[in-house]
């Protein structure tokens, strides 16, 4: 991971709450993604780190792991509650266990009408 993570603009996701991280998860992707709000906007399947810090002692879930990704959703500008950003999606299959603890820890709320960055 040193020389991606040299090599890669890096992106810092922290989340402390369920709601933060289902307002960021997109679960169509195959091993994940997450939003994370920046100015900062890069092309479609750009290759980026995100470092992700996710602590919800609630739900015993504790991340601190810098991840490869690519760039797979743009929202070129906020509009209402969807904020500037882009969605990284997890790149490397090695990842899936973080997307399983994700979806493990998001459980029926992935079915609820709550609005997220992306739709």
């Known amino acids: 991971m040193d020389s991606y993570s040299n090599s890669h603009p890096k992106y ?3 989340i402390q709450d369920i709601d933060s991280l289902h307002s960021a998860y997109l679960p169509i992707t195959s091993y994940g993604a997450l939003f994370v709000k920046t100015d900062n906007i890069l092309p ?3 290759p980026v780190v995100l470092d992700l810090q996710i602590n919800i002692p609630e739900k015993d879930i504790q991340v601190s792991q810098e991840v490869p990704a690519a760039v797979c959703w743009l929202n070129l ?3 209402k509650n969807r904020p500037k950003g882009m969605c990284l999606r997890f790149t490397d299959k090695e990842d899936n266990e973080i997307n399983k603890l994700i979806l493990l820890a ?3 709320t992935l079915e609820s009408n709550k609005l997220t960055f992306m739709f």
């Open 12 to 14: 810092l996701l922290t």
């Open 44 to 46: 479609l399947e750009s």
């Open 106 to 108: 998001l459980g029926k």
């Open 77 to 79: 500008s906020k509009v």
